[in-house]
Nanobody, 125 residues
Framework: VQLQASGGGLVQAGGSLRLSCQSS????????TAWFRQATGKEREFVAG????????YYADSVKGRFTFSRDNTKNAVFLQMDHLKPEDTAVYYC???????????????????WGKGTLVTVSS
């Protein structure tokens, strides 16, 4: 399974960006897929994701109400719509996928076997 994230860039505070993650090599709608991010000097943290198509989507408290996770199974892609961006959202964003991830592990990076290269999001104040 290969994942390719794109859509990062530089945006002013209050602006929006839409990240895309294209999967290939066998990932299916039944795979758990999530977005994580890692700011300089900080640990990688969960942003949003779900355990498969039609499953409940979970969000980090810091992005709830501003970010929206979605899937397009026809395109083998997931997206992260980011609105009302804040400088503290600045980070490298990664998409990740995995199989058989139990509910209690959805927010844990270690549960995901497949990772794409990150895409940098910079929010200026």
């Amino acid at each position: 399974v290969q994942l390719q994230a794109s859509g990062g860039g530089l945006v002013q505070a209050g602006g929006s960006l839409r990240l895309s993650c294209q999967s290939s090599g066998g990932a299916s709608s039944r795979y758990a897929t999530a977005w994580f991010r890692q700011a300089t000097g900080k640990e990688r943290e969960f942003v949003a994701g779900n355990r498969g198509s039609g499953q409940i989507t979970y969000y980090a408290d810091s992005v709830k109400g501003r970010f929206t996770f979605s899937r397009d199974n026809t395109k083998n892609a997931v997206f992260l719509q980011m609105d009302h961006l804040k400088p503290e959202d600045t980070a490298v964003y990664y998409c990740a996928a995995g199989q058989g991830i139990i509910l209690s592990e959805v927010r844990r990076a270690r549960a995901y076997a497949y990772w794409g290269k990150g895409t940098l999001v910079t929010v200026s104040s």
